[in-house]
């Protein structure tokens, strides 16, 4: 400091070695925890049953061999979404159209992003081989694609945005799920209306029936009754006419 003092140009000259060496710790540091976050996501590889089209990892270390030997016990006959736990490691597996990605993070790491990892390498590589993968030997896309995992797994790891991403997309899963289930009960619900509806015509048709068959009976009661009252009427009238026949004659010539 005394030297510093009576020298100006040794002092610049030492506050600009500190600064550099504040700055050079600073982007030592910042380069360490990047690696740190790389390295979240481990192993990544995209295969067809056990047959490797593409892989990449981070780190060295034996993630790539229990890798290799979930991908044999894992049927790319049917789509899942699955995790294994292996020590502080975590094995995520996404099956689809009979490929298989594959990711090894840190157990601390969580499923959410390296699902989201897997989602977007699924549709890159969907989208870059498609169907030709389904006949592809084993590393053909290795040159090519490792570049691009090797590019996700980054970012995955070490961009926020990448975790807002997820997040937005889980949402718009769970609403497309919410609508789905409002649709199906809807249609469900709509079911139960047809179902009303059949019921409330075959009420209707039962009570049109109902009303012609009360009408039909009125009118048999009305002609049993009709001939009910001529039958009286003509007995009466026979009777009237018996007794004025036995006073005045049948003929009634003395009435």
């Known amino acids: 400091t005394a030297f510093a003092a009576g020298d100006p140009a040794a002092a610049a000259s030492a506050r600009?070695?500190?600064?550099?060496?504040?700055?050079?710790?600073?982007?030592?540091?910042?380069?360490?925890?990047?690696q740190m976050s790389q390295q979240k996501l481990l192993y990544s590889v995209v295969a067809r049953g056990p047959v490797v089209l593409a892989e990449h990892t981070a780190v060295s270390g034996n993630a790539h061999l229990l890798a290799v030997r979930i991908l044999e016990k894992t049927s790319p006959d049917e789509d899942v979404r699955v995790s294994y736990t292996q020590e502080r490691h975590m094995f995520h597996v996404l099956v689809s159209d009979g490929i298989t990605f594959?990711?090894?993070?840190?157990?601390?790491?969580?499923?959410?992003?390296?699902?989201?990892?897997?989602?977007d390498v699924r549709a890159r590589f969907t989208s870059s081989y498609g169907e030709a993968a389904k006949g592809a030997v084993a590393y053909e896309f290795n040159a090519a694609f490792s570049k691009v995992l090797a590019e996700r797994m980054l970012f995955f790891a070490t961009d926020p945005a990448a975790d807002s991403i997820n997040?937005?997309?889980?949402?718009?899963?769970?609403?497309?799920?919410?609508?789905?289930?409002?649709?199906?009960?809807?249609?469900?619900?709509?079911?139960?209306l047809d179902l009303l509806v059949d019921k409330t015509e075959v009420l209707q048709e039962g009570a049109l029936t109902f009303r012609r068959e009360a009408r039909r009976v009125r009118q048999v009661?009305?002609?049993r009754s009709t001939k009910l009252w001529v039958v009286i009427a003509a007995a009466l009238i026979g009777l009237v006419y018996f007794i004025m026949g036995l006073s005045c004659g049948f003929a009634l010539q003395d009435c």
């Open 16 to 34: 600009w070695h500190e600064t550099r060496y504040l700055e050079a710790a600073a982007e030592s540091a910042a380069a360490a925890a990047a």
């Open 221 to 223: 009661l009305w002609w």
């Open 102 to 119: 594959l990711v090894v993070s840190e157990e601390s790491f969580g499923r959410r992003i390296p699902f989201g990892f897997l989602e």
């Open 167 to 192: 997040r937005v997309a889980g949402q718009v899963l769970e609403v497309k799920n919410i609508m789905i289930e409002n649709i199906e009960k809807v249609l469900e619900r709509g079911e139960k």
